[in-house]
């Protein structure tokens, strides 16, 4: 871990991600990329975040893959969200400082975390950057309200089959190949993602490979034809705000 040092790699995916959906002079940027931040790496498994922790700092991942979950009161776990590369993780602390669900490491993760403090400074300096900080929560609150529906109407084929189509759009706004990145949710994550038992993920998961709607190779899965996918999931990209 370093303590309060520019880490401008991180920061700068950062940058990249609130690009997509408001614009970003180059000396907010600048600004951005000057903020002190400390590098956290966190193992597969790790838990960052507690519920019930109090938080005075918030991180944006750099590399690997983060959840937010919860757990019911007879112990099962639901997914709430994921978080690939670039995207801000817990911004919402900001404002909410008391951990309402837990995050967690899907697979070994690189983070920078940076200080309230410092943050909401930025933002007072800064309206653009207060701004697309905003914006960049409301499409978090939109993808949440997508999971929602997926979870509660869809039935198990287009459930799966949305939240691959969903990692798929998300990692390609940030320049990644989905197809050459090992899947990054296991057959329970999936499970517990959708709301499904582990046993019918599995069972759906074969079926989509037999019906060629998704084409495993090792932890790698392929969508041979994309736009069928998303037909198959009623997957529409407008809530990811992309073209924002």
Not at 166 to 173: D, Y
Request: hydrophobic fraction near 45%; charge should be neutral; charged fraction near 25%.
């Amino acid at each position: 871990m370093t303590a309060n040092a520019p880490f401008d790699r991180s920061l700068g995916s950062f940058i990249k991600r609130l690009r997509i959906h408001s614009p970003i002079a180059d000396e907010d940027a600048d600004a951005i990329r000057t903020l002190p931040c400390r590098v956290l790496r966190l193992r597969q498994n790790s838990q960052l975040v507690r519920e019930g922790d109090l938080t005075d700092r918030c991180v944006v991942l750099v590399s690997g893959f983060m959840h937010r979950f919860r757990f019911s009161e007879d112990g099962r776990r639901q997914i709430l969200s994921l978080y690939v590369p670039g995207d801000p993780v817990d911004f919402d602390h900001l404002f909410l400082p008391v951990a309402d669900d837990g995050l967690q490491a899907l697979r070994d993760s690189l983070l920078a975390s940076i200080a309230h403090s410092d943050l909401r400074k930025l933002m007072r300096e800064r309206p653009a950057v207060a701004d697309a900080i905003t914006r960049a929560l409301q499409v978090d609150s939109s993808i949440f309200r997508e999971w929602i529906l997926n979870v509660g109407q869809r039935d198990a084929r287009a459930r799966i089959a949305h939240l691959l189509c969903e990692i798929s759009a998300r990692l390609q706004a940030q320049d990644f190949d989905f197809e050459n990145i090992p899947l990054p949710l296991t057959q329970d994550q999936i499970a517990d993602a959708t709301g499904l038992s582990s046993i019918h993920v599995n069972r759906t998961l074969k079926v989509l490979n037999a019906e060629k709607w998704i084409e495993r190779r090792g932890a790698l899965v392929m969508l041979p034809n994309p736009d069928a996918l998303r037909e198959l999931a009623g997957f529409d990209a407008r809530y990811l705000h992309l073209d924002a």
